[in-house]
């Protein structure tokens, strides 16, 4: 594959192709594409036709007058769009920027500026719809290209000296300057004509956008490259800039110069030329979509569109972080939260309108903080006994809160003598158990359960949880306090456990275990698709043996308990549980982003006891303490009346 350099017999035969007599292969280009090209031209090769205002090359600025009539002649000729007449004027005002012998930068930011908008109005395939390969570009270089332009790009290979004109240098670093990846990509499908450089269009595309970034790279090294690294890392602002592959391949060095100053500019290509799948977030995993959301966020809060950056900061957790939560927490729990919370910080501060300054520290704390949860979940951490670990700590914390509460439910109604309707509340968290079996099997074959649903279902279901259980735990709290208990018992039980109180007490057992369960299946879901699957098992099944213990202590323990005890410690645990459940709760309605957060800095975080450092969780749990401390009082009162 050969190129032009810069001469005027080579501008000649590629002026003479744009006019009338086209070849073939610019016949079949799209006017728009051709007319781009040629302003890419412009923008490379006008300042070896004028310089400081004087005509160095008559050739070469015969031929940049003959390029610029051409684009103005060919945007005319395009169908009619409402932008077409502003294309047309612009074209018109390049063409006199180069009659008026302007300035180089003058002229390539006219070049640039039409090309961009011209594309925008007649659009066209920017870039490669995955990040392309670049050992494949590397091959078909050596196959196609390296004979002309040389192993490294320097125009030197071995059939180089009988070309005329020459192949062009990619290593030339000046040149490489105003090349963008894109204007690469067209010449290799459409080739240049009174060259030896023909047309690449029987390549796939993805195979032509591999050699655009292979043969992009050459003119920056891998000392800039790693640099480049660096700052890709740690600017948010940067990689906002280049959110997918389309902006990175539209962008040329030159133009992101005059935006960033150097070295940033060439630092930054030389890395992304070289990783353009740092720019697909698909590519990286859901915390290179954390990552790209938290920049897009960034970028809108600063450009004072909070609404915009509000959404982004919440898809940021809910599409990025959200999915490898479970995985996490089995490997770092503490970690989990520290991320969870920073999350959540950041929503706070945008809802706030906080100084910008404050946003990008959160957004920067945050991107420190996914660096160290990548390296906590990559492959090697996945040892059998941490995967051991996480399985059991993750399935006895989510089945305990249920099984408190099925407990207290069973030893209730054998005190009671009411076995009748134990086979209500079996019927609850077996069923329970099934479908979250079914919700297994839907989110692996039939379905993807978003961050957002289950949160919701998380939250509503927390909430939903609470609420039964305040009534319940004042219920049984009244019942132990009341003198003549054995009288209620034997007298009024009968009716207060009706079937429709049976099958209230069927609905309690299945949204608790549930809630549970539905929460465990999408833990082990993460954790099953990293492998030690063994362990995971193994794991699984100490913690179902170690929550059967648990069950049958409480229960021994329950038969031995005077009734009125029973009562009062069941009122007790059920009303905590309630208090816990209420602020879960909240905290996940506020990570599903239905609630906003006002952080409380003194507030610790206790998630086991259901406290997050937040004050709407807070008055939450606040609030169904107090309504729990009133109905004990209330239902105290009318048991000493009795």
């Known amino acids: 594959m050969s190129f032009r350099a810069r001469l005027p017999a080579l501008l000649f035969a590629l002026a003479t192709a744009l006019l009338p007599t086209l070849s073939s292969a610019e016949e079949t280009a799209p006017s728009a594409q051709v007319a781009w090209r040629l302003l890419d031209y412009l923008a490379v090769d006008y300042p070896g036709a004028v310089r400081d205002g004087k005509v160095v090359s008559a ?55 039409l090309g961009a908008e011209l594309l925008a109005a007649y659009p066209t395939p920017l870039a490669p719809t995955k990040a392309p390969d670049l050992a494949r570009g590397a091959a078909l270089y050596t196959e196609q290209c390296a004979a002309c332009h040389g192993a490294t790009g320097r125009g030197d290979g071995p059939n180089a000296r009988t070309l005329n004109p020459p192949p062009v240098a990619f290593a ?87 935006d960033l100053g150097e070295p940033k500019a060439t630092q930054l290509v030389a890395y992304l030329r070289r990783h353009p799948e740092a720019t697909t977030p698909q590519a990286s995993g859901s915390l290179g979509i954390a990552r790209t959301k938290l920049g897009q966020s960034l970028a809108r809060y600063e450009a004072g569109d909070r609404k915009s950056a509000q959404e982004l900061a919440l898809a940021a957790y809910l599409d990025g972080f959200e999915p490898v939560e479970p995985s996490l927490t089995a490997r770092d729990a503490a970690l989990m939260s520290r991320v ?27 991107y420190a903080l996914l660096d160290v949860a990548e390296r906590a979940l ?9 995967s051991f670990a996480g399985a059991f700590t993750i399935l006895l914390r989510e089945g305990l809160e249920a099984l408190l509460i099925v407990v207290a439910m069973l030893a ?32 692996t074959y039939l379905i993807s359960i978003s961050g957002a649903s289950r949160e919701l279902t998380e939250g509503f279901g927390s909430l939903l949880s609470a609420a039964v259980l305040i009534s319940v735990g004042v219920w049984m709290h009244g019942k132990g306090q009341a003198d003549a208990w054995q009288t209620y018992i034997k007298e009024k039980l009968a009716a207060a ?58 229960l021994s323990y329950s038969r031995r308990l005077p009734i009125s005890q029973f009562f009062t410690y069941s009122s007790m645990l059920i009303s905590g549980l309630a208090v816990v459940l209420a602020g879960k709760g909240v905290a996940a309605l506020q990570e599903a982003g239905l609630i906003d957060i006002q952080p409380l800095a003194a507030v610790p975080r206790l998630e086991l006891l259901g406290v997050f450092p937040t004050a709407e969780g807070v008055l939450v749990q606040v609030a169904t303490l107090l309504m729990i401390l009133l109905g004990f009082w209330l239902s105290g009162r009318r048991g000493r009346q009795t």
């Open 412 to 443: 209730f109604l054998r005190k009671a003598e009411r076995r009748d309707v134990l086979p209500y509340v079996h019927g609850g968290w077996v069923s329970a158990l099934v479908a979250g079996g079914l919700t297994w099997a839907a989110a």
């Open 59 to 113: 050739s070469e600025y015969a031929e940049m007058r003959e390029f610029s009539a051409s684009v103005r002649e060919r945007i005319s000729g395009l169908p009619a769009t409402p932008g077409k007449p502003n294309l047309v004027s612009e074209a018109g005002d390049l063409v006199g920027a180069i009659e008026a012998k302007a300035s180089a930068a003058d002229v390539a930011a006219r070049a640039h500026r």
């Open 497 to 554: 456990l009706s079937k429709q109180s049976a099958w209230f007490l069927f609905l309690l057992a299945f949204v608790v275990v549930y809630r549970e369960v539905f929460e465990t299946i999408l833990f082990y879901a993460a954790m099953w698709s990293q492998g030690a699957r063994a362990a995971i098992l193994a794991g699984a099944g100490a913690a179902v043996a170690t929550l059967g213990l648990i069950a049958w202590a409480l």
């Open 172 to 258: 030339d670093a000046e040149r490489a300057r105003q090349r963008s990846l894109f204007g690469l990509y067209q010449v290799i499908g459409q080739g240049l004509d009174g060259t030896a450089m023909p047309s690449f269009a029987q390549l796939p595309s993805d195979d032509r956008w591999a050699l655009a970034f292979y043969v992009g790279r050459f003119a920056f090294d891998e000392k800039a490259a790693r640099a480049g690294e660096r700052l890709w890392a740690s600017d948010a602002q940067l990689r906002a800039r280049f959110p997918n592959l389309q902006a990175l391949t539209q962008t040329s060095p030159a133009a992101l110069a005059a």
């Open 378 to 386: 990559a492959p090697a951490e996945a040892s059998a006994a941490s």
């Open 340 to 366: 969870e919370a920073a999350m959540g910080d950041l929503r706070a501060a945008i809802s706030n309108e906080a100084p910008e300054a404050d946003v990008r520290a959160q957004v920067n704390r945050l």
